[in-house]
Each structure stands twice: as C-alpha cells, then as structure tokens.
C-alpha cells in the first residue's frame, strides 16, 4: 500500500511558477512508477508527466511540454513537478498517482495509488 499526499499548490499569476510535491509513505516507494495528471472544472483528467523507478522520464505531447519538469527524490519518498511559465488554462486540480510496475504510463487507469490532489489556479 502506497498513500500519497501532495502540496505546493495555490494561487499564481500568469508566468509564474510552482513546484509541487508529492509524499508518499512506505518503503518500496523506489519501485513505484509515478505519474502527474491534472483535472480542471468540468473537463477529464488529462496525464501531466511520468517517472519510472529507473528514472525515465515522459511528458504530455501538448503545451506542458517544455514548461513542466517531473523528478524523484527516492531517498525523501517524494516526487515533484516543477511548473513554470504557468498559463490561465493550467488551473486545475493536479493529482500524484503511483504504480508498482514500472511503466511511463498516460492512462489513468494504469495507476494503483492515487493523492487527494492540490489545486493550482493562475490568473490572468
């Protein structure tokens, strides 16, 4: 069992930046692939960025590309996702998910573990 709980989000204006973070417990948190989605008002939840335990790395093929920065620090049981150069239509509900093969997966539905998520809002 893996629990996640992330934070780091809150209000910023139009080109600013945030780093979220996202704790989980247990102690084979290494082994766990770990993703980012995001869900804004009204709309599906959308695949941000994943990490593999090996330390692959693959991004959404949109906008986020470029302007968001996945990472693992193993040692601390977290991940981070660094946003920057943040845009109005990145407001949303970010989540953490985990899963424990390894795999850099965009379907929600290939995670195990999910966060209670942080909501990032940027103004125009």
């Known amino acids: 069992q893996v629990q996640l709980v992330e934070s780091g989000g809150g209000l910023v204006q139009a080109g600013g930046s945030l780093r979220l973070s996202c704790a989980a417990s247990?102690?084979?948190?290494?082994?766990?692939?770990m993703g980012w989605f995001r869900q804004a008002l009204g709309k599906e939840r959308e695949f941000v960025a994943a990490?593999?335990?090996?330390?692959?790395?693959?991004y959404s093929e949109d906008s986020m590309k470029g302007r968001f920065t996945i990472s693992r620090d193993n040692a601390k049981n977290t991940v981070y996702l660094q946003l920057n150069s943040l845009k109005p239509e990145d407001t949303a509900v970010y989540y953490c998910a985990a899963r424990a093969t390894e795999g850099l997966m965009s379907q929600s539905t290939e995670y195990n573990y999910w966060g209670q998520g942080t909501q990032v809002t940027v103004s125009s």
């Open positions: 247990g102690r084979t948190f290494s082994s766990y692939a």
């Open positions: 990490i593999g335990w090996s330390g692959g790395i693959a």
